[in-house]
T-cell receptor, first 111, second 114 residues
Framework: RKEVEQDPGPFNVPEGATVAFNCTYS??????FFWYRQDCRKEPKLLMS???SGNEDGRFTAQLNRASQYISLLIRDSKLSDSATYLC????????????FGGGTRLMVKP | DTAVSQTPKYLVTQMGNDKSIKCEQN?????MYWYKQDSKKFLKIMFS???????INETVPNRFSPKSPDKAHLNLHINSLELGDSAVYFC?????????????FGEGSRLTVL
């Protein structure tokens, strides 16, 4: 089982739609969780951290479910500019407990 | 001002050649990393340096040798390039060595081995 697993997509949604991605992680001892965004042929950039109590940043909501070992990202009122790959990141067993990246979920928002 | 800059952005070379990628960060961070992103888009850590000292060395062939002359620079030298080395190599930095901090990435260096 991979350390961090995501549905690669693509998720094709119309503008204004609400879309949600899940990500599962295997290390129950993980403490830090993030969502990064990567545009095509660009570098990843931090979108938001994920806190135990859940957190919201504008149209984006992140949640953590420790019991089931998954995190989620909800995007409301999708914009064309939200089209990107969303990477789930967890501190994991590999690499001395460093951050481990999922393979990403690709989102395409259509007009 | 670019926070994490790496050069060159593109490298096309023949199998068996040796190449280097340079990385510099002007954020005053203590820790720098090299990540490899393959064609399936998985980002895997290769090396991490904290204040010029190697702290993470993942299962990477000996042909890859990082060098950190100071904490603002982390270069990657690759000997005897192979087809499987084709990927995008990202340099990154973080404020200190941590499992909880934000990573700042460079724009990537796309290596194609023919």
């Amino acid at each position: 089982r991979k350390e961090v697993e995501q549905d690669p997509g693509p998720f094709n949604v119309p503008e204004g739609a609400t879309v949600a991605f899940n990500c599962t992680y295997s290390n129950s001892a993980s403490q830090s969780f993030f969502w990064y965004r990567q545009d095509c042929r660009k570098e990843p950039k931090l979108l938001m951290s994920v806190y135990s109590s859940g957190n919201e940043d504008g149209r984006f909501t992140a949640q953590l479910n420790r019991a089931s070992q998954y995190i989620s990202l909800l995007i409301r009122d999708s914009k064309l500019s939200d089209s990107a790959t969303y990477l789930c990141v967890v501190n994991g067993r590999d690499a001395g407990n460093m951050l481990t990246f999922g393979g990403g979920t690709r989102l395409m928002v259509k007009p | 001002d670019t926070a994490v800059s790496q050069t060159p952005k593109y490298l096309v070379t023949q199998m068996g050649n040796d190449k280097s990628i340079k990385c510099e960060q002007n954020l005053g961070h203590d820790t720098m990393y090299w990540y490899k992103q393959d064609s399936k888009k998985f980002l895997k850590i290769m090396f991490s340096y904290n204040n010029k000292e190697l702290i993470i060395n993942e299962t990477v062939p000996n042909r890859f040798s990082p060098k950190s002359p100071d904490k603002a620079h982390l270069n990657l030298h690759i000997n005897s390039l192979e087809l499987g080395d084709s990927a995008v190599y990202f340099c990154a930095s973080s404020l200190f060595f941590t499992t909880a901090g934000e990573l700042f990435f460079g724009e990537g260096s796309r290596l194609t081995v023919l």
